[in-house]
T-cell receptor, first 112, second 116 residues
Framework: GENVEQHPSTLSVQEGDSAVIKCTYS??????FPWYKQELGKGPQLIID?????GEKKDQRIAVTLNKTAKHFSLHITETQPEDSAVYFC???????????FGGGTRLMVKP | GAVVSQHPSWVICKSGTSVKIECRSL??????MFWYRQFPKQSLMLMAT?????????EQGVEKDKFLINHASLTLSTLTVTSAHPEDSSFYIC????????????FGPGTRLTVL
């Protein structure tokens, strides 16, 4: 089955700096890679996703890059703000499997 | 659009009792719903996949007789934790996939279960 690894597990940045979170996956059939933000006591919220026919996608301060050959994808947050502080999860799935396999999560702390 | 609700948001029960958690897709129809469990400071672990009108598919290590899943309509799935014990205390999260969508899942807000 799919295995998704996520690094780092914690990340502390100064407000205004950039944050980068990286994930690797094992199943070459995976073709959908979403990123979720989870605040304390709440369910995950989709912030951006990318499919395997695209190498990069951007939405305002958030961008995701995908390297299919190396089987890794990354989340980039620019101009971080204190409200970006949360736990971020990457995930991967394939059309055939349908199910999402989650990475271990990254606790992002943005210091004012 | 694509809102998923869960009820209750939190529940406290005594050991040995059963608890039912509802997951609803409010503005779309979902052929497939997923149930996850999340322990403190850990990732989401898939428990089971629920398809409308058919039996749920459980992940390895998840007891189907303990975690009963019913997906009676295209907008409602329920998870019943039977004979709950303190080790079942966790954050239970459901998600739903829209008819015709590929892969994308919309998550509910979660239900915090505490078993005394």
């Amino acid at each position: 089955g799919e295995n998704v690894e996520q690094h780092p597990s914690t990340l502390s940045v100064q407000e205004g700096d950039s944050a980068v979170i990286k994930c690797t996956y094992s199943d070459s059939a995976s073709n959908y890679f979403p990123w979720y933000k989870q605040e304390l006591g709440k369910g995950p919220q989709l912030i951006i996703d990318i499919r395997s026919n695209v190498g990069e996608k951007k939405d305002q301060r958030i961008a995701v890059t995908l390297n299919k050959t190396a089987k890794h994808f990354s989340l980039h947050i620019t101009e971080t703000q204190p409200e970006d502080s949360a736990v971020y999860f990457c995930a991967a799935s394939s059309y055939a499997g349908n199910m999402l396999t989650f990475g271990g999560g990254t606790r992002l702390m943005v210091k004012p | 659009g694509a809102v998923v609700s869960q009820h209750p948001s939190w529940v406290i029960c005594k050991s040995g009792t059963s608890v039912k958690i509802e997951c609803r897709s409010l503005d779309f129809q979902a052929t497939t719903m997923f149930w996850y469990r999340q322990f403190p400071k850990q990732s989401l672990m898939l428990m089971a996949t629920s398809n409308e009108g058919s039996k749920a598919t459980y992940e390895q290590g998840v007891e189907k007789d303990k975690f009963l899943i019913n997906h009676a309509s295209l907008t409602l799935s329920t998870l019943t934790v039977t004979s709950a014990h303190p080790e079942d205390s966790s954050f239970y999260i459901c998600s739903a996939r829209r008819i015709g969508d590929n892969n994308e899942q919309f998550f509910g807000p979660g239900t915090r279960l505490t078993v005394l």
